[in-house]
């Protein structure tokens, strides 16, 4: 006969299961963009079936992730959760359902969990029914499937929370140790299970654990006596610490090696605690649990349903308390009360102090540790009147309250139409391109500390040669054949070097070390052909933290089960062999359409249907050809009319800003017409050679997601640009400009190109700028070249590397001619590698015209000559002075006589306006030459150096000009010394300007 409970306990997962359902779209994803990333969870499961396949066990590195430069992302994020769906995807479901599955199971393991918690606590099947029902839809609870869709790790911790109390319970109820054996084994491994589903989860929920255990020792010696309490106190410790050696394995390195890579940006600006707290905000005022993320709504809150009926139910505890459950009732208020202060900001003295708190990012995280009090504050309702037709009802009306509430808003989601064909090494490497993510993290927090600044790309970089000579030939992912020619090769590849991986060099271990700047390994070869293999194998410490867990894991084994359960283990263990199966491919076809956006859509995707517009047009599908001339894109439209544009871009305009502006490279428009249309693009010859994106728009309509929502801007499938190779005779870095033009929204364009005789050993970043007559400041970009997406560490030696970048033209008021200053500097060290004025242009017309540098040899024949020199390093070859209404301009004509191969320190040049009568300095300008434009470091031997000083125009009837150069070093600043027409002086050079014309001699 079945029992009553199950009755209500299959009522209750029929419900876990319908909050699941509108996830189970075949051969789709569950997309989430507006509010996260779902689309980390392909790469995450991806990347952990690629890593056992690899032969990693437990996994800690995803090999192709970083842009195939390898990341180790599940040595410090908890993997459980991607497990469970590798389990499914092992036995052989296609990613996109072994997702789906690993999520429907999270929800019934959760529900199932509160009922047994509920009902074990209460003894009363309502209550066990109401607070599952709670649990499983609980707002926050679907929001870390349904708006936060990669947060399937923080989901199945919430499932472990009230199983871990369940556990917790019978321990401390067992009458002796026979009968607390099991519950002690499942608190051990549920404890465990919950650190490795999710990090901070395990971190915000353990100390409310800790606390109900010693309630639960704390209570029996109440009832039972000091040393019933104490031994059960005992078990209980006991069980957790058996959970933390299960589970050290993964926490104990990642919290001891997280100085190995760049945490720092996990706390940090929009991650900072202080940004997320909540105060009378707390609830959502709707009936209808609002679930999108706009500047206008927010779904980390309370739900309106939720809050009431949380205080109804809080009434019927405290009735309740007078018949019984005291300490689970006690337990449940100070889950509510401590919850829901830790969420606002009250409590910010806590998160202050508390260590490692801040790690936990939002305080309205602790709305999944509130969910258990209310869940079960809400299973209290069903405590209250007699058993009959009108609790029947009114309870089912409760639950029918909670699934409306939870559920409207779900009736429409949005999906990723993919098949396994869709989810590659390949195609995830684009969705960290396109999304400029690394390894699903969006701030690159586990990149190594020797990665400055972080990469954008770099799937396509090869291996060099560092010294010596050879070829390096990537065999496969981890190993590369090198052939070195000379006796001992330096080289260097393609794959981040953090402690744990192991290097062989023909089977043989091998020294290896990180390049500081790109992070890349660095090591020896010999001559002859190498097979060169890099795996992770983790440290000292993560080894023996694997064998602690593993030892524990035996003990617990032999000591706790039974032949009775022998048998369900070994099943179990059968089960989780699936994990190291060869996941089967799912069915391979063509994506229709595939597109991508960046605000909602980033993963490239099929659309079945076609891609629907606002307006009504819809897109079939199209064919992207390249010509002898440039590029040929057809449009095949279903339906519409008006205008649609397609526009050439770098992946870098997702990352556009008003400060930081992206250049559309070629643009076309062309009336929608049903059929194909096509468009065709003659591409600059200088246009530079990389992968591209072509971004469609309407005039007057924009793309919508399957459930109608707006898209951002619609991009079609990336595109590869192949340009025949410019060679370069150069002896050292150089940079040109070969053209600038502007735009039409009145930011300039500048067409670069770059050179390098070899290659070069880190992804520098570039400065340039612009500035007019007096070194007043008009534009600048900094970032790498190409924003990142053309490193300098793929460059190749003696060929020119074009990069085209747009700059914000600051204002017209600018004296002519501007200059352009191009610098490149290593961003660990802040060493300039690169500093030079590259040329000049005016405005004519509207447009810029440019003229690049020349090397000025001879003095003009305006200036007056001196014969001084600083130092016998630098020379003024002479000097001009001009005086207009209100500037008086000083020209320096500067000359380095020192050779090249002594270096050149940078100095700072100083200028007073003196009152001769009385010594007093009128005016004065203490700043690098040319105002930095031109550093006296990169100052080549026998070039006149123009540095022009003006200065508001003084008062006095005659003036005296003092010039010199300085260092600043500490807080020392000394000047160079002086030696003029072959005659020592001190360290200050006079001009002597009488009745403000300029004398004919220095002194």
Same mark, same amino acid.
């Given at each position: 006969?079945?029992?009553?409970?199950?009755?209500?306990?299959?009522?209750?997962?029929?419900?876990?299961?319908?909050?699941?359902?509108?996830?189970?779209?075949?051969?789709?994803?569950?997309?989430?963009?507006?509010?996260?990333?779902?689309?980390?969870?392909?790469?995450?499961?991806?990347?952990?079936?690629?890593?056992?396949?690899?032969?990693?066990?437990?996994?800690?590195?995803?090999?192709?992730?970083?842009?195939?430069?390898?990341?180790?992302?599940?040595?410090?994020?908890?993997?459980?959760?991607?497990?469970?769906?590798? +389990?499914?995807?092992?036995?052989?479901?296609?990613?996109?359902?072994?997702?789906?599955?690993?999520?429907?199971?999270?929800?019934?393991?959760?529900?199932?969990?509160?009922?047994?918690?509920?009902?074990?606590?209460?003894?009363?099947?309502?209550?066990?029914?109401?607070?599952?029902?709670?649990?499983?839809?609980?707002?926050?609870?679907?929001?870390?499937?349904?708006?936060?869709?990669?947060?399937?790790?923080?989901?199945?911790?919430?499932?472990?929370?009230?199983?871990? +109390?369940?556990?917790?319970?019978?321990?401390?109820?067992?009458?002796?140790?026979?009968?607390?054996?099991?519950?002690?084994?499942?608190?051990?491994?549920?404890?465990?299970?919950?650190?490795?589903?999710?990090?901070?989860?395990? +971190?915000?929920?353990?100390?409310?654990?800790?606390?109900?255990?010693?309630?639960?020792?704390?209570?029996?010696? $109440?009832?039972?006596?000091?040393?019933?309490?104490?031994?059960?106190?005992?078990?209980?410790?006991?069980?957790?610490?058996?959970?933390?050696?299960? =589970?050290?394995?993964?926490?104990?390195?990642?919290?001891?090696?997280?100085?190995?890579?760049? +945490?720092?940006?996990?706390?940090?600006?929009?991650?900072?605690?202080?940004?997320?707290?909540?105060?009378?905000?707390?609830?959502?005022?709707?009936?209808?649990?609002?679930? @999108?993320?706009?500047?206008?709504?927010?779904?980390?809150?309370?739900?309106?349903?939720?809050?009431?009926?949380?205080?109804?139910?809080?009434?019927?505890?405290?009735?309740?308390?007078?018949?019984?459950?005291?300490?689970?009732?006690?337990?449940?208020?100070?889950?509510?009360?401590?919850?829901?202060?830790?969420?606002?900001?009250?409590?910010?003295?806590?998160?202050?102090?508390?260590?490692?708190?801040?790690?936990?990012?939002?305080?309205?995280?602790?709305?999944?540790?509130?969910?258990?009090?209310?869940?079960?504050?809400?299973?209290?309702?069903?405590?209250?009147?007699?058993?009959?037709?009108?609790?029947?009802?009114?309870?089912?009306?409760?639950?029918?309250?909670?699934?409306?509430?939870?559920?409207?808003?779900?009736?429409?989601?949005?999906?990723?139409?993919?098949?396994?064909?869709?989810?590659?090494?390949?195609?995830?490497?684009?969705?960290?391109?396109?999304?400029?993510?690394?390894?699903?993290?969006?701030?690159?927090?586990?990149?190594?500390?020797?990665? &400055?600044?972080?990469?954008?790309?770099?799937?396509?970089?090869?291996?060099?040669?560092?010294?010596?000579?050879?070829?390096?030939?990537?065999?496969?992912?981890?190993?590369?054949?090198?052939?070195?020619?000379? @006796?001992?090769?330096?080289?260097?590849?393609?794959?981040?070097?953090?402690?744990?991986?192991?290097?062989?060099?023909?089977?043989?271990?091998?020294?290896?070390?990180?390049?500081?700047?790109?992070?890349?390994?660095?090591?020896?070869?010999?001559?002859?052909?190498?097979?060169?293999?890099?795996?992770?194998?983790?440290?000292?410490?993560?080894?023996?933290?694997?064998?602690?867990?593993?030892?524990?894991?035996?003990?617990?084994?032999?000591?706790?089960?039974?032949?009775?359960?022998?048998?369900?283990?070994?099943?179990?263990?059968?089960?989780?062999?699936?994990?190291?199966?060869?996941?089967?491919?799912?069915?391979?076809?063509?994506?229709?359409?595939?597109?991508?956006?960046?605000?909602?859509?980033?993963?490239?995707?099929?659309?079945?249907?076609?891609?629907?517009?606002?307006?009504?047009?819809?897109?079939?599908?199209?064919?992207?050809?390249?010509?002898?001339?440039?590029?040929?894109?057809?449009?095949?439209?279903?339906?519409?009319?008006?205008?649609?544009?397609?526009?050439?871009?770098?992946?870098?305009?997702?990352?556009?800003?008003?400060?930081?502006?992206?250049?559309?490279?070629?643009?076309?428009?062309?009336?929608?017409?049903?059929?194909?249309?096509?468009?065709?693009?003659?591409?600059?010859?200088?246009?530079?050679?990389?992968?591209?994106?072509?971004?469609?728009?309407?005039?007057?309509?924009?793309?919508?997601?399957?459930?109608?929502?707006?898209?951002?801007?619609?991009?079609?499938?990336?595109?590869?640009?192949?340009?025949?190779?410019?060679?370069?005779?150069?002896? &050292?870095?150089?940079?040109?400009?070969?053209?600038?033009?502007?735009?039409?929204?009145?930011?300039?364009?500048?067409?670069?190109?770059?050179?390098?005789?070899?290659?070069?050993?880190?992804?520098?970043?570039?400065?340039?700028?612009?500035?007019?007559?007096?070194?007043?400041?008009?534009?600048?970009?900094?970032?790498?070249?190409?924003?990142?997406?053309?490193?300098?560490?793929?460059?190749?030696?003696?060929?020119? &590397?074009?990069?085209?970048?747009?700059?914000?033209?600051?204002?017209?008021?600018?004296?002519?001619?501007?200059?352009?200053?191009?610098?490149?500097?290593?961003?660990? =060290?802040?060493?300039?590698?690169?500093?030079?004025?590259?040329?000049?242009?005016?405005?004519?017309?509207?447009?810029?015209?440019?003229?690049?540098?020349?090397? &000025?040899?001879?003095?003009?024949?305006?200036?007056?000559?001196?014969?001084?020199?600083?130092?016998?390093?630098?020379?003024?070859?002479?000097?001009?002075?001009?005086?207009?209404?209100?500037?008086?301009?000083?020209?320096?004509?500067?000359?380095?006589?020192?050779?090249?191969?002594?270096?050149?320190?940078?100095?700072?040049?100083?200028?007073?306006?003196?009152?001769? $009568?009385?010594?007093?300095?009128?005016?004065?300008?203490?700043?690098?030459?040319?105002?930095?434009?031109?550093?006296?470091?990169?100052?080549?031997?026998?070039?006149?150096?123009?540095?022009?000083?003006?200065?508001?125009?003084?008062?006095?009837?005659?003036?005296?000009?003092?010039?010199?150069?300085?260092?600043?070093?500490?807080?020392?600043?000394?000047?160079?010394?002086?030696?003029?027409?072959?005659?020592?002086?001190?360290?200050?050079?006079?001009?002597?300007?009488?009745?403000?014309?300029?004398?004919?001699?220095?002194?």
């Amino acid at each position: 006969m079945i029992k009553r409970s199950h009755i209500f306990l299959a009522a209750a997962l029929l419900i876990a299961w319908a909050a699941a359902f509108p996830l189970l779209e075949p051969n789709a994803l569950l997309n989430t963009r507006g509010g996260g990333d779902s689309p980390f969870l392909l790469q995450r499961l991806h990347q952990l079936i690629a890593g056992l396949q690899g032969g990693q066990f437990p996994v800690r590195w995803m090999p192709n992730a970083a842009y195939g430069l390898g990341y180790p992302f599940f040595h410090f994020y908890a993997p459980f959760s991607i497990y469970v769906a590798a +389990l499914f995807k092992g036995v052989g479901f296609p990613f996109t359902r072994a997702i789906q599955l690993a999520q429907l199971s999270g929800f019934l393991v959760a529900g199932w969990g509160m009922f047994a918690l509920a009902r074990t606590w209460f003894k009363d099947d309502w209550a066990a029914m109401l607070a599952s029902v709670a649990y499983t839809t609980a707002p926050f609870h679907f929001v870390n499937v349904y708006v936060r869709g990669d947060s399937l790790a923080e989901f199945w911790a919430m499932a472990f929370y009230p199983v871990t +109390l369940l556990a917790a319970t019978k321990v401390g109820r067992a009458n002796d140790w026979r009968e607390a054996r099991l519950p002690f084994l499942g608190l051990a491994f549920s404890f465990a299970a919950l650190v490795l589903s999710h990090n901070i989860s395990a +971190l915000i929920f353990s100390p409310f654990l800790a606390i109900y255990c010693l309630q639960c020792g704390a209570g029996s010696a $109440i009832s039972r006596g000091l040393k019933y309490a104490q031994q059960r106190i005992v078990w209980l410790v006991g069980a957790g610490l058996v959970g933390l050696l299960l =589970s050290a394995w993964f926490w104990l390195p990642a919290i001891v090696e997280k100085e190995l890579v760049q +945490l720092g940006p996990v706390t940090e600006g929009y991650f900072s605690y202080v940004n997320h707290f909540r105060g009378w905000d707390l609830v959502q005022p709707t009936l209808i649990f609002d679930y @999108a993320v706009t500047a206008n709504a927010d779904p980390f809150r309370l739900g309106l349903v939720q809050a009431v009926l949380t205080g109804v139910g809080v009434i019927g505890l405290l009735w309740r308390w007078r018949t019984g459950q005291r300490r689970e009732i006690s337990f449940v208020l100070l889950l509510l009360v401590m919850a829901s202060w830790m969420i606002t900001p009250l409590s910010r003295i806590a998160w202050e102090g508390l260590p490692l708190l801040d790690f936990t990012q939002f305080p309205w995280r602790f709305l999944s540790v509130q969910a258990v009090g209310t869940a079960l504050a809400i299973g209290g309702l069903g405590l209250f009147g007699k058993e009959g037709l009108v609790k029947q009802l009114g309870m089912a009306g409760i639950v029918v309250l909670m699934a409306w509430s939870a559920l409207s808003d779900l009736r429409q989601v949005d999906f990723l139409a993919l098949h396994d064909s869709d989810v590659t090494a390949a195609r995830l490497a684009e969705y960290e391109w396109f999304t400029s993510n690394i390894g699903t993290t969006i701030s690159a927090e586990y990149l190594p500390q020797t990665v &400055q600044p972080r990469p954008y790309a770099g799937f396509e970089a090869r291996g060099f040669f560092a010294s010596g000579d050879g070829t390096i030939e990537r065999m496969e992912d981890g190993v590369w054949r090198v052939t070195g020619v000379s @006796a001992e090769n330096h080289i260097h590849l393609p794959h981040l070097a953090i402690d744990g991986i192991r290097v062989r060099v023909n089977g043989e271990r091998s020294a290896w070390a990180s390049q500081n700047g790109t992070g890349w390994l660095r090591l020896t070869v010999p001559a002859g052909e190498n097979i060169v293999s890099v795996d992770y194998v983790g440290t000292r410490l993560t080894r023996s933290a694997e064998f602690l867990s593993l030892l524990t894991l035996i003990l617990v084994l032999i000591s706790f089960i039974n032949r009775r359960n022998l048998v369900v283990t070994g099943a179990v263990t059968l089960l989780f062999t699936g994990l190291v199966l060869i996941a089967r491919d799912g069915s391979v076809q063509a994506s229709r359409a595939p597109s991508w956006d960046f605000a909602q859509q980033a993963y490239l995707h099929g659309s079945p249907d076609g891609i629907l517009f606002s307006n009504g047009a819809r897109l079939g599908d199209y064919t992207i050809s390249h010509t002898e001339n440039g590029l040929t894109v057809t449009l095949d439209w279903l339906s519409g009319s008006g205008t649609a544009t397609i526009a050439l871009a770098t992946p870098a305009i997702n990352r556009a800003t008003p400060t930081i502006p992206v250049p559309i490279l070629a643009e076309q428009s062309q009336p929608i017409a049903l059929g194909p249309v096509a468009y065709q693009f003659a591409l600059d010859e200088n246009l530079p050679a990389g992968r591209y994106l072509l971004r469609l728009t309407l005039a007057d309509g924009v793309a919508l997601t399957e459930d109608g929502q707006p898209r951002g801007d619609l991009f079609l499938a990336p595109i590869e640009i192949e340009r025949p190779a410019e060679i370069a005779d150069v002896a &050292q870095l150089t940079a040109r400009v070969d053209e600038i033009e502007r735009l039409e929204n009145g930011n300039i364009l500048l067409k670069t190109a770059w050179a390098t005789p070899q290659r070069l050993a880190a992804n520098y970043q570039m400065t340039w700028r612009v500035y007019d007559r007096f070194g007043r400041f008009y534009a600048e970009l900094d970032a790498q070249p190409a924003y990142g997406f053309s490193p300098t560490t793929l460059w190749q030696p003696n060929i020119w &590397q074009h990069d085209w970048l747009a700059l914000n033209w600051l204002a017209e008021d600018g004296v002519e001619p501007y200059s352009v200053v191009a610098t490149m500097r290593d961003v660990p =060290s802040g060493d300039f590698v690169y500093q030079r004025e590259l040329g000049t242009f005016v405005i004519r017309n509207g447009q810029p015209v440019y003229s690049a540098r020349q090397p &000025q040899q001879e003095l003009p024949a305006t200036a007056i000559a001196t014969a001084t020199t600083f130092g016998n390093q630098i020379e003024l070859a002479g000097y001009e002075i001009e005086e207009t209404t209100d500037l008086f301009l000083v020209t320096l004509y500067w000359r380095r006589i020192s050779p090249l191969s002594e270096p050149l320190d940078d100095y700072l040049r100083f200028l007073y306006l003196v009152n001769p $009568i009385t010594g007093e300095i009128l005016q004065q300008m203490n700043t690098p030459p040319r105002f930095g434009i031109a550093p006296t470091s990169g100052w080549h031997t026998g070039e006149i150096i123009t540095d022009l000083v003006a200065l508001p125009r003084p008062t006095a009837p005659s003036l005296d000009i003092q010039v010199g150069l300085f260092q600043i070093i500490n807080d020392s600043y000394p000047r160079l010394p002086i030696t003029s027409a072959g005659v020592a002086q001190e360290d200050l050079l006079l001009l002597t300007q009488c009745e403000k014309r300029p004398c004919d001699t220095a002194k």
